[in-house]
């Protein structure tokens, strides 16, 4: 297993708005390590249910 990432922060954020430009706004790529990444999402009203929770399709669009 390698020790680093095979993609940087910034080559991922990239490729997210190359690949996904229609959510790649959603979402903040704070790092990136081997076998792993820690993205945040920036949740807008689009992505609400009543009650203001956020719906399941868009935790799931997260963790996909």
Known sequence: ???EPVLSVLEVQTFLATEFPQVSADYDVLEVGPMRARI?????????????TISGPT??????
């Open 1 to 3: 297993m390698t020790s």
């Open 40 to 52: 945040a999402m920036k949740p807008g009203e689009r992505h609400l249910r009543p009650g203001g």
């Open 59 to 64: 935790m799931f669009a997260l963790a996909d």
